[in-house]
């Protein structure tokens, strides 16, 4: 079974930059489609980024279109988030996922624990 654990959150001020890592374990994601959401302080879940298996195809969210770029490395078993010229409405808890389907029509979703990012203005 696949395990994530993001890492890269933190205290950035507002027009800074950072980047968000998301390490599997446990198995390979090579096969997994690996993206990101976002959840503020009383708000739903919101889907930021997402990469497919193969990292040639990447989807973003119109709230960050042009300020972030997800990427994997495959031989590392991560995917980025980096997040360029932040604004205080970034500030939130960052959660990635990976997702695949099994050989049988089964579908697996795997979600990290989140990591914090502070956007101080």
């Known amino acids: 079974q696949v395990q994530l654990v993001e890492s890269g959150g933190g205290l950035v001020q507002a027009g800074g930059s950072l980047r968000l890592s998301c390490a599997g374990s446990?198995?390979?994601?090579?096969?997994?489609?690996m993206g990101w959401f976002r959840q503020a302080p009383g708000q739903e879940r919101e889907f930021i980024a997402v990469?497919?298996?193969?990292?040639?195809?990447?989807v973003y969210a119109d709230s960050v279109k042009g300020r972030c770029s997800i990427s994997r490395d495959s031989a590392k078993n991560t995917v980025y988030l980096q997040m360029n010229s932040l604004k205080s409405e970034d500030t939130a808890v960052y959660y990635c996922?990976?997702?695949?389907?099994?050989?049988?029509?089964?579908?697996?979703?795997?979600w990290g624990q989140g990591t914090l990012v502070t956007v101080s203005s």
């Open positions: 990469i497919n298996w193969s990292g040639d195809i990447t």
């Open positions: 996922y990976a997702e695949t389907w099994t050989p049988d029509g089964g579908y697996v979703e795997v």
């Open positions: 446990g198995r390979t994601v090579g096969g997994y489609a």
